[in-house]
């Protein structure tokens, strides 16, 4: 956390602490008090911990004084800004054009800010000031607790005014030596996280506790239950409609336990998987159409930048049956996200755990073994039909290829603890860039159709004026274009996949498969 | 960032008051502002209570032996830093002249700053020199405060032929009438006299007016102590054309 606050705490039970800290500044430093105001402290982030990861502390703070947008960035020197909005979570594009907001554009995207922290909050500034009169430290003495009525102990934060950074540290020696009061390491943030029961990284599944002697049904459940938390974790984000990537990233979920299923699932007991696996392509089926306009819906500025002949102002009337076409999908999908068979399915998903208990132990498949001969397995079917395919090839065998890449890259991921860091790291790498061939192919030709079938709705429902119709045939093209450029570099992509050196990293991964 | 610089080459005509207030505006309105005190005597230094030394002295910022981002204090005001005066900046000239291009070097000093502020002001000091020449290359935009007096024009057109001639990028001129007295006939007839031969003068008037030279025994721009005046109301306005 960039924070070059010092913070100093009263412990528990000490009665006059602040007022002792200030008799033993006294001697050689005059404090000037300002009057008691009272705090709102809001910090905010991505789902994802975005600002977190690149080192920014976003905070909002509210007062009488108006509300204030606070960026403090690891190096650099903090930005803040007076601003209107004070509702979250929100899109960046509700704050006002400004440093903050450009700073935070470029970190955060498309993804929503959300509050991590709240603290409610009794601050007292103090300045320190030397023989000139000079203000060289900030004081700040701070009653919170948070918006769970969790009380945070009263603390002193001190900041050295820049260029006195000296002074700030003989005021810190002073401090330290009041009794009842005690420095700390950590921000203000962490506290006020740790109060609401948060942590940095809290969307991040717990890992499944793999180890190659497990077995491997154990093993199975462990990963399906990983999945289960960010399905579970992200499911509010897709009901209020935060942002597109809670969809995304549920339904991330949903395919990647699919696809443990489908690969891995026969070690389980039959009748519990199987009725998973109904209730995973329900769901996957359900988010489908939402996310797809999703996909178009934020794909198509850069879209439309792209025309040349049309103006990107022709799109308007295709974007907003986009928008609307969302609109009727999303309520769909919220309608069954409240349902019973939906409460259902998740009470399968949790409850598999109970059915993975082994009925022989002695004679129980590890999950080593399981890994190795399932990733050999995906493996070797990746390898013959991407070496099938030829220059003339039907575009459904590099969907098909398409989907066999993704198993492979499911199980390895799955399967990432059991394998030494490194390798796995080789192997993924040139797995990775045959994926992405493949899936720029895959897209391009799912989007141009998709293009084409709204052309023919909105002519049908006279909803798509020429100009827009022409315009739409346009981005059909350009979708095309960039399906044939993946095409053209699909042999390079796979060779680098086939290579002598990437086997060897597969070998590696599999060895002991047949024990 | 923007590089605003005060510049006259006579002392006395109101360089270090526009520059105090002007960046205590600049931060005011929440741009992350630096004022660099060049002149020797430290006047914006003094009137910020932070003393007029650097470590290593001009000597080693001009080598680039020592950071300018080390130099730099917090004032007492958010979002307004200082790059404090140095009795060595006297010998600034001298400095200078011992680096390859000297005119470039405050630019070029000034350029790793770029990603920390949105404004800075220069507080020259007056004369013309190497020190002036190298403030003039790295200003986009030079304050001329000009006294009401018959000779501010040739001054200012002499400056106005000046710079135009430096190569690259030579600053937007930005001169006002400073320290003018109403009450005085020659004031007004020299104001309207020059306003109406150079029509590209701002429309502000700063006044001469005790606030302002209180500001060395208050220590303070004039905003802060005595907001209600005319003389901060001017340097609203001045503000206002500048920003």
Redesign the interface.
């Known amino acids: 956390v960039p924070d070059a606050t010092k913070y100093f705490v009263a412990d528990p039970g000490q009665a006059g602490v602040f007022e002792r800290a200030m008799v033993a500044l006294a001697p050689r430093y005059s404090v000037v008090q300002s009057p008691v105001r009272d705090v709102v402290r809001t910090w905010l982030d991505t789902d994802d911990w975005l600002l977190h990861r690149a080192g920014l502390v976003l905070e909002q703070r509210a007062s009488s004084d108006g509300i204030r947008l606070i960026l403090q960035s690891t190096g650099?020197?903090e930005?803040?800004?007076?601003i209107e909005q004070s509702t979250w979570p929100a899109r960046i594009d509700v704050l006002p054009e400004?440093?903050i907001r450009a700073r935070l554009r470029s970190v955060v995207g498309i993804r929503a800010l959300l509050p991590t922290a709240v603290l409610r909050s009794r601050h007292q500034d103090l300045?320190v000031l030397n023989g000139?009169?000079?203000?060289v430290v900030h004081l700040t003495i701070e009653s919170s607790a948070s918006v769970e009525e969790t009380p945070l102990a009263d603390q002193l934060a001190l900041s050295a005014?820049?260029?006195?950074q000296d002074q700030a540290e003989r005021v810190a020696v002073r401090l330290v030596t009041v009794p009842g009061l005690s420095a700390i390491e950590g921000s203000v943030y962490e506290r006020a996280l740790s109060a609401a029961g948060r942590a940095f990284g809290d969307d991040a599944p717990q890992t499944a506790q793999l180890t190659a002697s497990m077995p491997a049904s154990n093993a199975v459940v462990a990963v399906l239950h990983g999945f289960l938390f960010t399905v579970e974790r992200t499911l509010g984000g897709v009901v209020d409609d935060i942002d597109t990537e809670f969809l995304h990233d549920f339904r991330v979920g949903v395919r990647r336990s699919r696809s443990t299923l489908k690969l891995a699932g026969d070690v389980l007991e039959s009748a519990a998987a199987q009725q998973l696996g109904r209730d995973l392509k329900w769901l996957g089926d359900l988010t489908s159409p939402t996310r797809d306009l999703d996909v178009y819906i934020l794909g198509l500025p850069d879209m439309a930048a792209g025309l040349q002949s049309a103006s990107p102002a022709d799109l308007e009337p295709f974007r907003r049956y986009l928008l609307s076409q969302r609109r009727t999908e999303f309520r769909r999908l919220v309608r069954a996200l409240r349902s019973a068979r939906f409460r259902d399915a998740l009470e399968h998903w949790r409850a598999l755990g109970l059915l993975a208990e082994p009925s022989d132990p002695g004679h129980q498949t590890s999950a080593g073994q399981l890994a190795a001969q399932r990733l050999r397995q995906a493996h070797r079917r990746v390898t013959k039909r991407g070496r099938s395919i030829g220059p003339d090839s039907a575009p459904e065998s590099l969907h098909d290829l398409r989907k066999r890449c993704k198993e492979l890259r499911y199980l390895l991921e799955i399967f990432r603890p059991l394998h030494d860091p490194a390798t796995h790291g080789a192997a993924l790498k040139d797995l990775k860039g045959l994926q992405e061939v493949l899936g720029e192919f895959q897209d391009a030709e799912v989007q141009s159709l998709a293009v084409r079938e709204f052309a023919a709705t909105m002519i049908s429902t006279r909803s798509a004026p020429a100009p827009t119709v022409l315009a739409m045939g346009e981005l059909a093209a350009q979708l095309s274009a960039h399906q044939r450029h993946a095409r053209t570099e699909f042999a390079a992509s796979f060779a680098a996949f086939d290579s002598a050196d990437s086997r060897a990293w597969f070998r590696e991964l599999t060895r002991g498969s047949s024990s | 960032m923007r590089v605003l610089a005060t510049y006259n080459i006579k002392g006395g005509v109101g360089k270090t008051s526009t520059a105090v207030n002007l960046a205590y505006l600049s931060a005011r309105d929440?741009a992350?502002t630096l004022i660099w005190d060049l002149d020797p005597q430290g006047a914006a230094s003094f009137i910020?209570?932070?003393?007029p030394r650097v470590r290593g002295g001009g000597k080693g910022l001009v080598r680039g032996k020592s950071s300018l981002e080390d130099?730099?204090?917090?004032t007492?005001f958010?979002?307004l830093?200082l790059l404090p005066a140095d009795f060595s900046y006297r010998n600034l000239d001298l400095l200078l002249d011992a680096r390859k291009k000297p005119i470039t070097v405050l630019r070029q000093l000034l350029r790793p700053l770029s990603?920390?502020y949105?404004t800075v002001i220069l507080d020259c000091p007056p004369g013309i020199s190497l020190v002036s020449e190298s403030v003039m290359y790295a200003a986009d935009t030079l304050l001329v405060p000009l006294i009401p007096a018959t000779l501010s024009l040739r001054t200012f057109d002499q400056l106005t032929d000046f710079v135009t001639n430096i190569n690259d990028r030579p600053p937007t001129l930005a001169a006002f009438f400073s320290m003018v007295d109403r009450r005085k006939r020659l004031h007004r007839d020299v104001v309207a006299t020059l306003t109406a031969r150079r029509g590209d003068l701002l429309r502000t008037e700063i006044p001469a007016a005790s606030v302002i030279e209180q500001m060395a025994e208050r220590?303070a721009p004039v905003a802060v102590f005595a907001p209600r005046s005319v003389a901060a109301s001017q340097y609203e306005s001045l503000w206002a054309e500048l920003r």
């Not at chain 1, 930005?79 to 007076?82: F, K, L």
């Not at chain 1, 000139?132 to 203000?135: A, C, N, V």
């Not at chain 2, 130099?71 to 917090?74: H, L, Y």
Request: charged share 50%.
């Open positions: 650099d020197a930005r803040a800004q007076t400004g440093a300045r000139d009169q000079k203000t005014v820049r260029g006195y | 929440g992350r910020f209570r932070i003393k130099a730099i204090k917090g007492d958010d979002d830093d990603e920390d949105d220590r």
